[in-house]
């Protein structure tokens, strides 16, 4: 069974860059795909970012697209996710949780999810 830790979040300023990390463990954490999914105050957890288990079939939401890259060092068991260009409506709680098959891009179709770390930037 995998167990997925995130950290890297904090308070950063519109403009400014972040790194999540997704730590995982159990030797089977490099079979799966690993996707980040983020929660804003009162609203629904969304897709973000999503990362095949060798590290390619990489895909984005159009809301990060082009200011954000997921990638992963299956050596580390760890999956990241460089934030770039952050902006206020970026804010949120950032999951990442395993994948059950196929290209998963909701929320259902992951499983094994971290406890979140908190993203918050300000304007």
């Known amino acids: 069974q995998v167990q997925l830790v995130e950290s890297g979040g904090g308070l950063v300023q519109a403009g400014d860059s972040l790194r999540l990390s997704c730590a995982g463990s159990?030797?089977?954490?490099?079979?799966?795909?690993i996707g980040w999914f983020r929660q804003a105050p009162g609203k629904e957890r969304e897709f973000v970012a999503r990362?095949?288990?060798?590290?390619?079939?990489?895909y984005y939401s159009d809301s990060v697209k082009g200011r954000f890259t997921i990638s992963r060092d299956n050596a580390r068991n760890t999956v990241y996710l460089q934030m770039n260009s952050l902006n206020p409506e970026d804010t949120g709680v950032y999951y990442c949780?395993?994948?059950?098959?196929?290209?998963?891009?909701?929320?259902?179709?992951?499983?094994?999810w971290g406890q979140g770390t908190q993203v918050t930037v300000s304007s």
């Open positions: 949780a395993r994948g059950t098959g196929g290209t998963p891009v909701k929320e259902k179709e992951y499983n094994s």
């Open positions: 990362i095949g288990a060798n590290g390619g079939r990489t």
């Open positions: 159990g030797v089977s954490f490099s079979w799966y795909t």
